[in-house]
């Protein structure tokens, strides 16, 4: 003070609470700096398990679908020659042992269930978001539903009891390639004349129509959510 340094002193010390400052701030800037990397790659990560998870079913659904065209052949076969009053022929025993048969849908969800215990918000696409909702909520519910109603009203309480007043199951020496099943009528010329079980037949067809349809979308659906994820990851690992 007696020297006339104040001015000197004072410059010094606001320097050194500025250096300070900035000092906090890179500090600050770079911590935050390293847990967004660190989101970044929890995000990642979770996209690349979807993408897998989603991959899965997807190959799950397409042997479904197929083995349901299958099933749905003998649907039709079975209907030609009930309508047409045909002779009976032992072709008919692979499609009256598994004309009702049905898959269930092995669709993988572990990863989207543990993001949303993470929280949605992980998935900073919006578009993508509620792609991701819309496939394992309304897609996957609905196909879950329908398989639970197949098995639980309409097989068990209109296709089985007549399926078992009709047919007698049996178990070749020389299964056959999809180990479907083989059984004969009791009494064809009856079942020729049963219109309950030809109605049984023509809706088995109509359920399984809409049934491979619905699967068939979704797994487009799949593919176009699995393009966008690809996408995304790309994105965020720039």
């Not at 898959?103 to 929280?119: E, P, R, S, V």
């Not at 049934?211 to 799949?222: A, G, H, N, R």
Request: charged share 25%.
């Amino acid at each position: 003070m007696e020297t006339g340094k104040t001015g000197k002193y004072l410059k010094y010390a606001i320097g050194e609470i500025v250096l300070v400052v900035i000092g906090i701030l890179i500090a600050l800037s770079i911590n935050n700096w390293n847990e967004q990397l660190k989101i970044q790659d929890t995000e990642i990560s979770t996209l690349k398990e979807l993408n897998s998870a989603l991959e899965i079913s997807k190959q799950n659904l397409i042997s479904l679908v197929n083995n349901n065209k299958r099933w749905q052949s003998y649907n039709y076969k079975i209907k030609d020659y009930l309508k047409n009053k045909k002779v009976y022929d032992s072709t008919l025993d692979i499609c009256f042992g598994t004309y009702y048969w049905t898959g269930k849908a092995q669709l993988t969800t572990a990863a989207y269930d543990q993001l949303k215990n993470d929280g949605l918000d992980l998935i900073t696409n919006n578009t993508l978001r509620k792609e991701l909702i819309y496939v394992f909520e309304d897609f996957f519910g609905q196909i879950k539903n329908e398989h639970e109603q197949w098995e639980k009203d309409y097989l068990a309480n209109v296709i089985y009891p007549n399926h078992v007043k009709f047919f007698q199951k049996y178990f070749p020496d020389s299964p056959n390639e999809y180990f479907d099943e083989y059984a004969k009528p009791i009494n064809y010329n009856a079942l020729l004349n049963d219109t309950k079980f030809l109605n049984i037949i023509s809706e088995n067809i109509s359920l399984r129509n809409y049934s491979i349809t619905f699967k068939e979308q979704l797994i487009v659906k799949i593919d176009s959510l699995n393009a966008q994820i690809k996408n995304e990851i790309i994105k965020l690992n720039d």
